[in-house]
């Protein structure tokens, strides 16, 4: 509970053991429920998840955004808050995050990691792939966005029903921003955060979900197939 507001973190995970260990061992004691989706792990993420407090749902689709689907409709917070299951986002910085949000009256704030990354997590390659993807959602959707492939998200869970959230994939991370920055009733805005190398191995095909986050892009913009 943070001034008055209760608080649910969501976290889908994909064979996250080593990873979810960490991401849950310094929570926020604000934090009031955490949401472990175990999307079809083939390790012991649920049971640590389980014995570290968290509540695990089990979402057998896989896919980041149907991960992150099933985790939003079993939050119960007022405010919701996203990151990955491999302790490469800030839970130190959520009293802040939720503080900027309260005092300035924000829906949706999406986390950027650009400005201070460690130097392991900023790999050319996934620079020059993160600057495309902001360049298309600028070009085609008019929001300039400095990380749009961030998954630390803050928002009133309230504004759900305002979100048309049709990607089962990576690509929801971009779709949820669009739709919050696109949203005249949702006042949403980013800000910056400290970015960590993460625990365990990647589940980012680096090419293949880079390139369909940016058909993704031009599919949702003309309404192809969604
Ligand atoms: N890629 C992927 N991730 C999934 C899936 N289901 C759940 N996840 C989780 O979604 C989160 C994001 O995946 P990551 O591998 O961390 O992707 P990323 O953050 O873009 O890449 P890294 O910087 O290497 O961590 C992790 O917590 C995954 O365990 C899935 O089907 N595919
Ligand atoms: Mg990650």
């Known amino acids: 509970m943070h001034k008055g507001h209760s608080v649910s973190v969501v976290i889908p995970c994909y064979n ?47 896919g980041y955004g149907a991960a992150y689907k099933a985790g939003f409709g079993a939050a119960t917070g007022d405010i919701i808050i996203t990151m990955d299951g491999d302790a490469t986002y800030p839970r130190g910085f959520i009293p802040v995050l ?38 298309a959602v600028f070009v085609l959707y008019f929001i300039w966005l400095t990380d749009s492939q961030s998954g630390m998200w803050v928002f009133r869970r309230s504004i759900l029903p305002k979100l048309r959230l049709t990607s089962d994939g990576m690509s929801l991370s971009e779709e949820i921003k669009i739709e919050a920055f696109r949203h005249r009733d949702v006042k ?25 986050n940016l058909v993704f892009l031009f599919k949702k913009r003309f309404g192809i197939g969604l």
């Open 188 to 212: 949403a805005h980013e800000l910056p955060i400290y970015y960590r190398e993460r625990i365990g191995e990647s589940k980012l095909n680096l090419w293949q979900d880079g390139f369909a």
């Open 16 to 62: 996250e053991e080593d990873g979810i260990r960490v991401t849950l061992a310094d929570m926020p004691d604000l934090v009031d429920e955490v949401i472990v989706v175990d999307n079809n792990c083939t390790d012991r993420t649920a049971e640590v998840a389980a014995a570290m407090g968290a509540k695990v749902v089990v979402e057998s689709k896989p």
């Open 98 to 135: 939720l503080d900027v949000m309260i005092e300035e009256d924000l829906d949706f704030i999406t986390c950027d990691r650009t400005g201070h990354k460690s130097e392991e997590a900023n790999s050319f390659l996934r620079m020059l792939g993160n600057s495309v993807l902001n360049l």
